[in-house]
């Protein structure tokens, strides 16, 4: 035993010799050089290529590391025996990741590819006037040479785009909000964000089942529209306008196509936004895949029809003094900062001009009680595309209603109450709120909350049958221009102010002026 430590330690001592003697006579350019050449002709004999792909490239993050950690995650997830768990700021969801030195095999398009997850110690770094993490961490990715021009680009384009779907799905979506009088925030940004929490869906929203399937299928369709929108040379964006009483479910409509697609809301306030300019400006700050709502648009600014602002005439002026000066055509208020100066026109460009497309995978959804009072221009199509009319409640729609609350099926109702339910309800004329608001009160009695609901469809309907207010009767268009006459009569009286009455005084006093200098000089002349 003694003898063979006595001969190891010789051999130690004899490879460290060599060691030595093999530094002194090849120097470190020299053996750098051998192993580069090494490499080059072990690449050449190879069936393989390798791709590094650094979590820090030069002194910024890179993207496709972050990308292809999330698209192994969920690979990982299922074939990796270990793992690393991670969750995301803003993130309801824990993600799977490889843990260090670990490889896993995926597919793609019939191609087999390995990655492997590379950490080690970072050399001790000079000084930097950003801090370097301790570790340096990367994915090697290997593919055999043949592959590699069929497979790499379509394989990085596909990692990038599945890593999005993952991290939108993960990421709890957002609520923004125009800041007020358009100041920034601490990061200069013009949008202030709330998580969006809203539970609406297409499964619990009273509408017509034959016009939600409708909408849920442009939905989709516009979702997996982008070769389509390439292809043809149009905007990837599309528009709906929601209108229809009050109470019929505008919002609850866009809170359910938000959670359907998963995009984010942008709640434009157009009273905050002082001019065009601005106005674009809050525009290009939007991301994609998202939704950018006007609600009441016909409230927010004035943005009624052109042609009965023009007395009916039939020329079209697309810039309208009034919406310069927020509705009044005074100068006075003109000067006042705090008055918007947004047009027709600058509005037409948001949707459907230039600026429109900095960006894409936009819906934009305007709300509005009286479509008749926006101008045509405002609706046509590529601006509004789809115009989705929010009734009183149906016999379909309460059915849904009565899913909701009570919990009741078609068939958990008798027979008697279902037909009365039926031929009451659209005489009743009452919208999904109303009704809601019946069923909210006795939610925990539900027999009660059925013969509560029924009694108040039958005075309801009973009441617009004698008060004639029975649209069957009677033409809808005649009902809106009638109310639309009231409104305006209605804001003409508010715009009458004591300023004005005071100025119209100005401008008599300045027409009796001109009548008397007229009548001296005639004296004269006389």
Not at 26 to 40: T, Y
Not at 95 to 100: A, E, K, V
Request: glycine fraction near 6%.
């Amino acid at each position: 035993m003694k003898e063979y430590w006595t001969s190891l330690a010789s051999l130690l001592g004899v490879l460290a010799f060599f060691q030595s003697l093999l530094q002194v006579i090849f120097p470190p350019e020299l053996r750098f050089a051998f192993l580069k050449l090494f490499n080059r002709i072990f690449n050449v004999f190879s069936t393989y290529c390798y791709f590094d792909i650094t979590e820090i490239d030069g002194v910024n993050t890179n993207e496709l590391y972050n990308a292809v950690q999330l698209y192994l995650s969920s690979s990982a997830s299922i074939s990796g025996s270990r793992l690393s768990l991670t969750r995301a700021l803003n993130s309801s969801a824990i993600t799977f990741g490889l843990s260090n030195n670990d490889c896993i095999y995926d597919s793609f398009n019939g191609v087999t590819v390995l990655w492997e997850h590379v950490v080690a110690p970072r050399q001790t770094q000079t000084f930097s006037w950003r801090p370097m993490p301790e570790e340096k961490r990367g994915f090697t990715l290997r593919i055999r040479k043949k592959d590699k021009s069929v497979i790499l680009d379509l394989y990085l384009d596909f990692i990038m785009e599945k890593a999005n779907d993952i991290r939108r799905k993960n990421q709890d979506r957002l609520l923004y909000t125009n800041s007020r009088g358009g100041s920034l925030d601490s990061r200069g940004h013009p949008w202030e964000s709330v998580p969006f929490k809203h539970p609406s869906t297409f499964e619990t929203l009273a509408i017509d089942p034959g016009k939600k399937m409708e909408i849920m299928e442009d939905l989709i369709n516009f979702a997996n529209g982008q070769s389509f929108y390439q292809k043809t040379g149009r905007a990837w964006k599309r528009g709906y306008l929601l209108y229809g009483p009050p109470g019929t479910g505008k919002s609850s409509m866009i809170a359910a196509m938000a959670n359907y697609l998963g995009y984010d809301i942008y709640d434009l306030e157009l009273t905050e936004v002082h001019n065009n300019s601005e106005l674009r400006k809050l525009l290009m700050k939007t991301s994609s895949k998202s939704i950018i709502v006007i609600e009441d648009i016909d409230c927010s600014i004035s943005l009624s029809n052109r042609k009965k602002s023009n007395g009916g005439s039939g020329s079209r002026n697309y810039y309208v003094p009034e919406m310069r000066c927020g509705g009044s055509g005074s100068g006075s208020n003109c000067e006042d900062g705090n008055n918007n100066s947004i047009t027709l026109s600058g509005l037409l460009n948001f949707t459907d001009g230039l600026w429109s497309c900095c960006g894409s995978e936009r819906i934009f959804v305007f709300t509005t009680n009286h479509i008749k009072k926006l101008d045509p221009a405002l609706l046509r199509s590529g601006r509004m595309d789809m115009h989705i009319f929010m009734n009183f409640c149906s016999y379909p729609a309460l059915l849904i209603l009565l899913r909701n609350y009570l919990g009741y099926e078609e068939c958990d109702l008798e027979e008697e109450i279902l037909k009365e339910l039926e031929l009451v309800v659209d005489k009743a004329e009452m919208t999904p709120a109303d009704i809601s608001e019946v069923l909210i009160k006795n939610k925990r009695n539900t027999e009660k909350a059925v013969r509560e609901l029924l009694e108040a469809l039958k005075i309801k309907a009973e009441r617009n049958v004698k008060n004639g207010g029975n649209r069957q009767k009677k033409n809808s268009d005649e009902i809106e221009d009638e109310e639309e006459e009231e409104e305006e009569e209605q804001e003409k009286r508010a715009l009458e102010s004591p300023e004005e009455e005071e100025g119209s005084d100005d401008f008599d006093e300045e027409d009796t002026c001109k009548k008397g200098g007229i009548q001296e000089e005639e004296e004269k002349i006389k």
